[in-house]
């Protein structure tokens, strides 16, 4: 066997083996199903500890179930990113000096996917070097021929049936991107802002802004100055007392004069501000809501690029709107209108994905409405047909669904699905007639089939210019990749999914949505399971980010620790409960955890002849077993049972923590130094063949390259078998259990008896004996049944307490030195000849003041009636429990300082 474990060979052996082998790959059909898809990454993206957490969730659950015989599927694919790529690209082309419109809308497309052919292929790269079992063979991308099918499909249906519109309404709008956002693509920021409070003259009145306030003019605050040019009304509460006289008059706009009403209004809270507020519906959505509600003019007053129109005045038309802002307020000031600013801190929007501040302006737009499709959705969860782990999610997703509004999935970008809605010709100045069809030629049918419009032709039908939402194709994700809208045999049988695996922040962008899709269009919920992990931040728990310089690169640490190593090491530091913490040293659990298997397996190789897999466990009986042989024994089939049943509840984190106590603690510290002196090295190693195999099979899921390479240098596996598709251990059968002995009281015998020897190495340590120095042992047993069974082991007890004599017995007297007390009764040690009496005099003297002023203050606090009357119970008790608990050390101690006197 090789001396050392090369990581970087293994990684780069095993996963081509296993990728052209098909080990990866499951037909539908035999088996019970486990189906996953993975949460596609943006094609424009690179690895980052996000996915590598999230992917080595999935990943140990799809090894798990592969190895326990399930019929495994776990989808990969990209996200075509429409946002994203689409900046890429042209970033790129920026720096040719080119601009989008300078080579139109079909070679700026074809340009688009000359990149994803080019660089698209990144971030698949980089999954394969984290190890992941995904089926390559069936990759989807949100943007291939089928996935495009499906979108088509859905927008048609969703149209037909009324769930689908186009409509006049107030959206997020980011100028740096040129279009649409939804609500849940808006990122809101504290932001340190201010109140602007303005004078709007009243109607006829000759003092306007230097009069009366509420008489000749009103007050109101506003956030955003630059929308001033867009205000088509004032608004007050209708039992506001106050503003009742000029409810019905008018008001002039600052700067420019022109009159607009004052409305009364629910909307308006009397108690904030002033009670009066300006209303704009084309740039703020409450606004929006009472402009219809009264009749009011929606003036839009920006560019799609964030600059002023012409409706914003000559002076303003160009500017760019923060630019505007300040002009506008130096031209308040100047006119008197200016009251006064305050400091104000609010949240502001910013998209999601060029980080820009994002504006409300009314748009016309595509939009779903959501209600009717959450309603069953959130019934599916409700009735427990998918439940999400841990369950708090559900609460979360229930908000968030109960109170969902319509979703605008319009962009106005290049790169995306188009939406599939074609305009009829109509004469200039009236609304163009629109048909909605999967194809273009049957758009032209459903166009013919139009009374006066039978000889339309194909080149009359213009198709809508924006595209649809990533999210629109991500939202069929689950049915979409397994072939839909076609009956294929993946859907049918991986259809519901079993497993979904995301993370927090993605709940409402995409969990929710695909809960809504999947029950609209295929009748059941897609996931039966919904297990949301927290999110990866660095030490100081803040989020990773290229602005913080906090990132830590996933490859990177695959190259410095290997892929096991990350995996292992985010498996055992990440709980669903909570977000994960990190650091690079964190990631060194798992390369010294990779090097304590070789070196074990090593050991095993060496005392096996290089071949433990030729060794059995046949044929022998209880009597040819140790205490350590049966102890072992037990552990492993702890370990298989327990690590079956941690996985089933999706406890990650405790399953990474048993089976590195089995590995680690169990087989290494324990039985590999008991094995060295074993009184029957063959059944020793034939048990240590055993559990070890078992011991990878075990850790397989979590660390994948390292358990393949051991299994087949130590003749575990043939040259055309792999360890992912050998059986998970499930443990030993009740009569193999029987036949070896193998019960609880031996295996706490074995626990109690090492923890007596950590015992004795915590007293040499608090002693300061070096570790080299033999000394004297004594063992008082707490009974002589304990010491005639631990007689046996007096060898071995002997070796590893590095003791030059031991003593044995079931003595109650307590010794003048420093002992443990244990399951199996006191350890001492003798400290003659070992330590300096004067220095230890003292020590022991320190420890007793220390502890004779705790006791005095407990005695104090429990005489005092009012404490024991009105403190809890429990208190109580710890507080005499600790009492009695020094008055033993100090019991001890006195005795230690007889011996040193």
Known sequence: MDKHYDAKAAEAKWYPIWESKGYFHDEPGKGKPYSVVIPPPNVTGILHMGHALNQTIQDILVRW??????????????????IATQNVVEKALRKEGKRRQDLGREAFVARVWEWKKQYGGTIVHQQRMLGNSTDWQRERFTFDEGCSRAVAKVFTQLYDEGLVYKGNYIVNWCPRCGTALANDEVEHEPNKGHLWYLRYPVEGSEKGVKGVRDVDYVLLATTRPETLPGDTAVAVNPKDERYAPLVGRNVLLPLSDRPIPVISDDYVEKEFGTGIVKITPAHDPNDFLVGKRHGLAEIDIMNDDGTMNAKA?????????????????????????????????????????????????????????????????????????????????????????????????????????????????????????????????????????????????????????????????????????????????????????????????????????????????????????????????????????????????????????????????????????????????????????????????????????????????????????????????????????????????????????????????????????????????????AVLADVFYKALRLLHPYMPFVTEEAAHQLGYLGENETIMRAPFPTGYTDEAKSAWGLTADVYDFVNAKRAMITDLRALRAEYKVPPAKFVDVTIHCRDAATAARLAPEYDSLKKAMRAQSLVIDAETTELAMPGKLGALGTVYLSLEGLVDKAAEAKRIAGELAKLQGFIKSAEAKLANANFTAHAPAAVVAEAQRKLQENRDKVSQLEKLAKLFA
Not at 71 to 81: E, F, I, M, V, Y
Not at 409 to 434: F, M
Not at 461 to 479: A, G, M, N, R, Y
Not at 605 to 615: E, I, S, V
């Open 65 to 82: 179930h592969r190895m326990c015989g399930d019929n495994t599927l776990w989808l990969p694919g990209t996200d075509h990113a429409g």
């Open 313 to 685: 005045g000559a002076k303003y038309a160009g500017m760019d709107r923060f630019k505007c802002r300040e002009a506008i307020v130096a031209d308040l000031e100047a006119g008197g209108y200016l009251d006064h600013i305050e400091d104000y801190d609010n949240q502001v929007g910013h998209c999601y994905r060029c980080h820009e501040i994002v504006d409300s302006r009314l748009s016309k737009q595509w939009f779903v409405k959501m209600k009717p499709l959450a309603e069953p959705a959130i019934a599916a969860v409700k009735s427990g047909e998918t439940r999400f782990v841990p369950e708090r999610w559900s609460k979360i997703y229930y908000n968030w669904m109960e109170n969902i509004q319509d979703w605008c999935i319009s962009r106005q970008l290049w790169w995306g699905h188009r939406i599939p809605a074609y305009y009829l010709p109509a004469a200039k100045g009236e609304e163009p007639r629109v048909v909605v069809a999967e194809t273009p030629e049957a758009a032209l049918a459903k166009a013919r089939a139009l009374p006066g419009f039978e000889n339309v032709t194909a080149a009359d039908l213009k198709q809508d210019e924006d595209v649809l939402d990533t999210w629109f194709s991500s939202w069929l994700w689950p049915f979409s990749t397994l072939g839909w809208p076609e009956k294929t045999k993946d859907l049918e049988y991986y259809y519901p999914t079993t497993d979904l695996v995301t993370a927090q922040d993605i709940i409402f962008f995409w969990v929710a949505r695909m809960m809504m899709a999947g029950i609209h269009f295929m009748g059941k919920p897609p996931f039966k399971n919904i297990i949301i992990h927290g999110i990866v931040r660095d030490a100081q728990g803040r989020k990773m980010s290229k602005s913080l310089g906090n990132s830590l690169d996933p490859l990177e640490l695959i190259n410095l620790y290997s892929a096991d190593a990350l995996r292992f090491s985010i498996a055992l530091i990440t709980s669903l409960d909570c977000d994960t913490k990190v650091n690079k040293e964190k990631f060194e659990i798992g390369r010294n955890f990779t090097t304590k298997i070789w070196n074990a397996a090593k050991f095993l190789a060496m005392n096996t002849g290089d071949n433990p897999a030729a060794t059995t466990l046949n044929g022998i009986a209880a009597a040819d077993l140790t205490a350590d042989e049966k102890h072992i024994l037990y552990a492993t089939d702890l370990a298989c049972r327990k690590q079956s049943e941690i996985l089933s509840q999706y406890r990650i984190q405790d399953g990474a923590l048993a089976i590195y106590d089995f590995i680690w603690t169990q087989i290494c510290d324990g039985y590999v130094e008991y094995a060295k002196d074993a009184p029957n090295k063959d059944v020793a190693f």
